[in-house]
């Protein structure tokens, strides 16, 4: 996964489906971008300002899914599962078109997108991509929720707890290597909610699309959805998946370990905005000339080029 040079698409792909929250038709066209370009969202349902940057600062609102806004008020809502899908297919440069205002939940996973994007053939760049790599630990507390990166050589790594009181989902913990693991539990799990929550959710003007084809639902002691979990940690799998779109809005790959209780959309951007502004505690790096293999043999590093 550790690339040395960036990697766009060589044909542009397209996705349908509704919006978990809105609940309108959605459509979008992923397409070839130029190198150092990033993530970016174009609404093409406006014909003005409508260009949103995949960036943590543009972040606007995080309950229950990640909102991007553009400076002129235009909203992106629901990106975290795609961005995701993004940084599993080992994509930094992609433009994505959009005819509303959020992004299709699909099956509440990245399962679909990645699917295809895993099909399609990807296209080197002339530019080597950037790493975010820790230099030193930095950690962010708000009440019962905690989250931490500290150095980790030339992987990503994230341990994840969740607390539930609710028996189903409980006390779920999982450890995951993104460099040398098997993701596939990770990017196959997908939203869920509690059926209690339900009622609340939806006078809140959110979940107006959600159903049990796009997330999981547990009532008390059930899971509602006929064939149950895709895994027996799906729940913190999928807090996992959450976590990892969220960081590519830092507008790199980053390198270090992730530690995090009770965390969700908002730990995380907050997080990301105080570690961007800590001062020396990471430096963004180039792989020179040895592509990092999937499951390293040694602790010997790849060469690489600092930029302080």
Do not use: W
Not at 174 to 201: A, G, P, Q, W
Not at 278 to 295: C, G, M, Q, R, W
Request: aromatic letters at 6%; hydrophobic letters at 35%; a neutral charge.
């Amino acid at each position: 996964m550790n690339d040395i040079f960036q990697k766009t698409l060589t044909k542009p792909i397209i996705f349908e489906g509704v919006g978990l929250h809105s609940g309108k038709e959605s459509a979008i066209k992923i397409l070839p971008a130029a190198v150092d370009q990033g993530i970016i969202f174009k609404r093409i349902d406006l014909k003005e300002a409508n260009i949103v940057e995949a960036n943590y600062a543009n972040v606007c609102s995080a309950r229950l899914c990640t909102t991007l806004e553009n400076k002129e008020g235009v909203k992106i809502s629901t990106v975290e599962h795609l961005l995701a899908s993004l940084y599993f297919a080992g994509i930094d440069n992609a433009t994505i078109e959009i005819n509303t205002d959020e992004v299709p939940i699909m099956d509440g996973s990245s399962k679909e997108f990645l699917k295809v994007l895993k099909d399609t053939e990807l296209k080197s760049q002339s530019k080597k991509r950037k790493y975010l790599k820790m230099n030193k630990k930095v950690e962010f507390e708000d009440d019962n929720k905690k989250i931490s990166i500290e150095p980790n050589g030339l992987a990503f790594e994230v341990d994840f707890e969740l607390n539930y009181e609710n028996k189903i989902i409980g006390n779920q913990r999982n450890k995951v290597n993104f460099h040398s693991d098997d993701l596939t539990d990770i990017y196959n799990s997908r939203t869920f909610c509690l059926f209690e929550d339900i009622e609340k959710i939806k006078k809140a003007g959110l979940a107006k699309g959600g159903s049990l084809e796009n997330a999981i639902v547990v009532d008390k002691d059930k899971v509602l959805n006929q064939d149950g979990l895709r895994n027996k940690k799906e729940f913190v799998n999928h807090k996992i998946l959450d976590l990892s779109g969220d960081f590519l809005l830092s507008g790199y790959r980053v390198l270090g370990k992730v530690v995090c209780s009770q965390g969700g959309h908002q730990l995380t951007n907050t997080f990301l905005r105080k570690l961007l502004k800590t001062e020396n505690s990471f430096s963004l790096i180039e792989l020179e000339d040895v592509l990092v293999p999937k499951k390293p043999r040694t602790n010997i590093e790849p060469k690489i080029a600092v930029n302080a």
